[in-house]
């Protein structure tokens, strides 16, 4: 259906009529057009007509509202009148019904003209999606581009660096470290003009200041090219780490992150302009959660001074890139085997079993140096260690090519599992598993890296 409102941008509140609500959301009230329980929030706001006269109203609702493609929540206050609906001017203007125009009109003093005063009239346009930190989280619209959300947050996406206001950080250090200074690294000629125009812009936003007097620390710089042709210029504090004092803060690990994901179906990434761990992922269960999320995500950016960059920013997609947990989690990928600490392992064995020692299997030629080559890294990484005297057990070695072209080494441990003591702990099957699935519509699967290698055997 399609209910009547009145277009009011002289309003600054929504008001619907019970006649009306009866038939929008008739769940919401009783045969005799009295609401429900619960149907109506409180609120002791006083609303007022234009005339001045009071309108009774019951209570608000929230009513979702479309026209054309936007859709928003809006929050209605129910007054039992004869009047029209009335849909006031930030629900208009979220939905794009009207557009904000303002004139400009400066007095400006004309000397030449006998001192008399003379009019400049000049028109601006804003954007209709802009949206003002007075309006509450609950009545702000849908986000459906990210061109959208630029247009609703532009102090966010300025071009600047932004700032913390006048939050000062200071850096304590260690007085027993002696302090270290490196001489300036050699740049490419090439990459000269570029470097002293970044440097030049560094200064010129107060990100950076000339030192020409003596200091007792300096850091080489490190300079790196990137996709866009502009160059990032990065410290290497190698030394200067060694003497701070840090404050525990601890990060929050993988563990951690990823139940909050669950049940998540909408994700969106903003990215901080030149920032250190400047990646914030947002998500909801649905439209109205994620859009509600990212409103008072956007708010705080807004009010803490921080700027995003909007060439890294995705809204609304149905997936979080892996790539970015990769980044976000680079202790996790470093491509070795990692352990479980200092937890060792002990494997118990029968002692009425006879120890078995198999010979080596033959290994074809054309494999010999690449298994010479697996077996050196897994050396390198404290997984095997070589043996040269005798032992009781000796298993077989199992070599299969992978498709990535390395080899995969494993033991026959045929005669050995005979003797192990197992420990009786029950694996879940797939009946048990299956359950807990229900509902599920997006998954994502981790594979840890050579599984059984980081479980330390004495």
Known sequence: MNPQFKVDTGAQSNVSTIRLLCIIVPEKFDNEGNPKPKALEKNEAVVSAYGGSIIKQLGTINIPCRYKEKKINCIFYVADTSGPAILGLKACNALKLVSLYCTIRTNQLDRQADQSSSFKVGTCKESSNYIGSHVPLEERPSITSKQELMEMYPECFNGTVGSFGDYTYHITLDPEVSPVVHAPRKVPIELKDKLQAELQEMENQDIIAKVTQPTDWANSLVIR????GRLRLCLDPKDLNKAIKRE??????????????AGAKLFSKLDG?????DDVTVHGKNDKQHDLYLHETMERTRKAGIKLNDDKCAIETKECNFAELM????????????SFGDYTYHITLDPEVSPVVHAPRKVPIELKDKLQAELQEMKNQDIIAKVTQ??????????????????RLCLDPKDLNKAIKREHHTISTLE?????????????KLDVRNGYWNVKLD
């Open 432 to 444: 048990e598993i299956t359950p807990k699935l229900a509902g599920a519509k997006l998954f994502s």
């Open 273 to 277: 302009a030149i920032g250190i761990a």
């Open 248 to 261: 525990h803060h601890p990060m929050s690990t993988l563990e951690e992150i990823t139940p909050r994901l």
């Open 327 to 338: 980044e976000m989690y680079p202790e996790c990928f470093n491509g070795t085997v990692g």
């Open 225 to 228: 090219e990137e996709e866009n």
């Open 390 to 407: 005798p032992t009781d057990w000796a298993n077989s070695l199992v070599i299969r090519e992978e498709e990535n072209g390395r080899l």
